[in-house]
Every structure is written in structure tokens, then in C-alpha cells.
T-cell receptor, first 114, second 113 residues
């Protein structure tokens, strides 16, 4: 039973490019959460999605960031026109349902903007 | 709304000594509480979780934590530190009405030989 799969593990983008981060939840999980970890900081919630629905995006920056979790395929976190301050580790977690007390985390995607 | 405060961003202990990592929380509803460990360039691994059953929770690698409602605390302990325990530790709170977890800023544990 594969865990939460994130790819790529490392991503380098030049300022102004787009970054696409993918997250495949665990089998049977329909809830996905994205978190960002800036250097020397804890994890900050970004967005919570179910299949085809954004449930809570209160942690998403207002501009350049978007997320989706289509009916088929992985969840995508998209960052347009990246800036140096976007450099961070982005973690995805998944859970079975709303009442599930445990979310399982992926290995993260480390984005470096040069 | 919920929040988590981890007291001490860096903790250093000698091998074989007691490990104590502090976590205080606030939550508007009864919470679930978690401790995660993160090794360099790795994801988060769940150490243990409190879900309103026993207040003393035992986890992996010899760690345990005690939920104290009166003190709104969920401190992590291990009787005897091992070199392999050196990592960053995160406390997190999840409201029982579901939704997103809130994480503390983390505590880096260093174990000296």
C-alpha cells in the first residue's frame, strides 16, 4: 500500500516561471491537504481539498497560487510567476474522510527559485 | 480557532538523558493532538496521537506524551535519548470537528554523545 506520493522531490525554477507540484493521496483517501514549510519554520496550512472541491483555502496566498484535486489524477498545487520567497518545502497529506484522525504525509517537494 | 506553542526551538540533551519537548495548545473545541518527527530532507512521520482515549499516549521509538487538559499541554518525553533521536519535532492540533491541522514551529532536538 503505497503512501502519499509527491513529485518531483526537488524542483528548481527561475523567477517568473511556473511550478507544478503533484500529490497522489493514499489509496482510498479522498481528502488532500497542502502545507508549506519555509526554512527554519513549521508547517503552515495552505489548502484543503476533496475530489473536485476546495473545502478550505484560507492559507493560500491571494495571488499566483492555485490548487485542484480532479476526479481522476493527482492533486496539483500550481504557483505562477514564482519569486524567491516561494522557495520552501511543500508537503501534501491525505486522509480517508473528514472524521479521520490521522493524515498521512508525503515526502515533500522542495522548491528552489533561482 | 486553534493554536500550538512549542517552547524552545532548540533542545540539547546528552545520550541517555531524559528528553522533554514542550507543547501547549489552544482550541475552541476538544482537540486531537499529535507529535510528528522530521528527519533532514524527509517528510513527517507520526510519533503518537491523542484522540480522547487514555491521557497518557505511547508512541513509536520509546516516546510518550501526556494530555493535561487543565494545563492545555501535550509534552513529549522519552526516558533515555538515543543518537538516532536527533531530528525536528512538531506538535500539531486538529479540532475534533475536522478540518486542517495547526502545527507548532518545531523543536530541534540535538543529542550529544
Amino acid at each position: 500500500n503505497a503512501g502519499v506520493m509527491q513529485n518531483p522531490r526537488h524542483l528548481v525554477r527561475r523567477r517568473g516561471q511556473e511550478a507544478r507540484l503533484r500529490c497522489s493521496p493514499m489509496k482510498g483517501h479522498s481528502h488532500v491537504y497542502w502545507y508549506r514549510q519555509l526554512p527554519e519554520e513549521g508547517l503552515k496550512f495552505m489548502v484543503y481539498l476533496q475530489k473536485e472541491n476546495i473545502i478550505d483555502e484560507s492559507g493560500m496566498p491571494k495571488e499566483r497560487f492555485s490548487a485542484e484535486f480532479p476526479k481522476e489524477g493527482p492533486s496539483i498545487l500550481r504557483i505562477q510567476q514564482v519569486v524567491r520567497g516561494d522557495s520552501a518545502a511543500y508537503f501534501c497529506a491525505s486522509s480517508r474522510d473528514t472524521g479521520d484522525t490521522e493524515a498521512f504525509f508525503g515526502q515533500g517537494t522542495r522548491l528552489t527559485v533561482v | 480557532a486553534q493554536s500550538v506553542t512549542q517552547l524552545g526551538s532548540h533542545v540539547s540533551v546528552s545520550e541517555g538523558a531524559l528528553v522533554l519537548l514542550r507543547c501547549n495548545y489552544s482550541s475552541s473545541v476538544p482537540p486531537y493532538l499529535f507529535w510528528y518527527v522530521q528527519y533532514p530532507n524527509q517528510g513527517l512521520q507520526l510519533l503518537l496521537k491523542y484522540t480522547s482515549a487514555a491521557t497518557l499516549v505511547k508512541g513509536i521509538n520509546g516516546f510518550e506524551a501526556e494530555f493535561k487538559k487543565s494545563e492545555t499541554s501535550f509534552h513529549l518525553t522519552k526516558p533515555s535519548a538515543h543518537m538516532s533521536d536527533a531530528a525536528e519535532y512538531f506538535c500539531a492540533v486538529l479540532p475534533t470537528n475536522a478540518g486542517k491541522s495547526t502545527f507548532g514551529d518545531g523543536t530541534t532536538l540535538t543529542v550529544k554523545p
